[in-house]
C-alpha cells in the first residue's frame, strides 16, 4: 500500500490491520505509519518517485492499493502535482503489474475524465485509463466527492465545505447522490473491504459504492 500516512489512506490501513484476513500487510511510505501496528504489518520507508526503491517489497502480494497523493492540489502548480499526483502513482501501478499483482485499487475522484476541461480532473482520468491499460486483472477505481474530515486542514475554504456540505445531502438525489460528502473515515474502510468482495475488469465505485462496503464486516478469518 502506497499512501497510509494520509488521511484517506490510514484508515484503511487501520481497517486491513484489524483482519486476521490480510496475512501481510506492507506499507511504503516517506515515513511509517506509526499508529497502524499488528502481526501483519510491515513498514518500508522509501523514495516514492523511484520504483526501484521498492520493488523488491512487491513480491507476494494479491491487491496493491494507492492513496497516495496532494491534499491540497492549489497550494502547489500543475507541474509538481502531476508529478505527484499522475507521475508516481502510475509508476506505482507499473511496479505492482511486473510483480504480478492482481489486484489494484486507486482513490481517484468524482468526474474524473481524460477529456475533462479541469486539469484536477483530466490528470486523474489520464492516470485511471493509463492504469487501466496496464491489464490488471481487477482495477478499482474509488470517486469520492468530498471527503469530510473531523478537522480543518487547509484553512477558510475548507471549513466552509466541512460546514455546508453535510447540509447539501438531502438536495443530491437519484444520479447527483455521487456528488455527497463521505467521512474520511468510512471511506477508508469502504477502500479495505472492496478487498474481499469478488470483482475482475474495471469497477467504477462512486457515493452508493462506499455505502454499501462500510456496511460490511470485517472477514472473520479461517
Wanted: glycine share 10%; aromatic share 8%.
Amino acid at each position: 500500500m502506497l499512501g497510509a500516512t494520509g488521511a484517506v489512506g490510514n484508515h484503511t490501513a487501520l481497517t486491513l490491520a484489524a483482519s486476521p484476513e490480510v496475512r501481510r500487510l506492507t506499507l511504503l511510505g516517506r515515513r511509517p505509519a506509526a499508529n497502524v501496528t499488528g502481526y501483519s504489518v510491515a513498514q518500508q520507508v522509501v523514495d516514492v518517485f523511484d520504483p526501484a526503491s521498492y520493488a523488491p517489497f512487491l513480491a507476494g502480494h494479491d491487491t496493491a492499493i494507492c492513496t497516495f497523493g496532494v491534499g491540497q492540489p492549489s497550494a502547489m502548480g500543475r507541474e509538481e502535482f502531476k508529478r505527484i499526483d499522475h507521475d508516481a502513482v502510475l509508476a506505482f501501478g507499473r511496479a505492482c503489474r511486473e510483480a504480478g499483482i492482481r489486484h489494484f485499487e486507486l482513490l481517484s475522484s468524482v468526474g474524473s475524465s481524460a477529456r475533462s476541461l479541469s486539469f484536477y480532473l483530466r490528470t486523474k482520468g489520464e492516470l485511471e485509463k493509463a492504469l487501466g491499460a496496464l491489464g490488471f486483472e481487477r482495477l478499482s477505481l474509488f470517486r469520492p466527492s468530498m471527503i469530510l474530515t473531523p478537522t480543518n486542514r487547509y484553512g477558510l475554504s475548507q471549513a466552509i465545505v466541512l460546514a455546508t456540505w453535510p447540509l447539501m445531502t438531502p438536495f443530491l438525489p437519484g444520479p447527483l447522490r455521487k456528488w455527497r460528502g463521505i467521512k474520511v473515515e468510512a471511506l477508508g474502510r469502504a477502500i479495505a473491504l472492496n478487498v474481499f468482495t469478488a470483482g475482475s475488469g474495471i469497477e467504477v465505485l462512486e457515493w452508493p459504492d462506499f455505502q454499501r462496503l462500510v456496511r460490511a464486516r470485517l472477514p472473520a478469518g479461517r
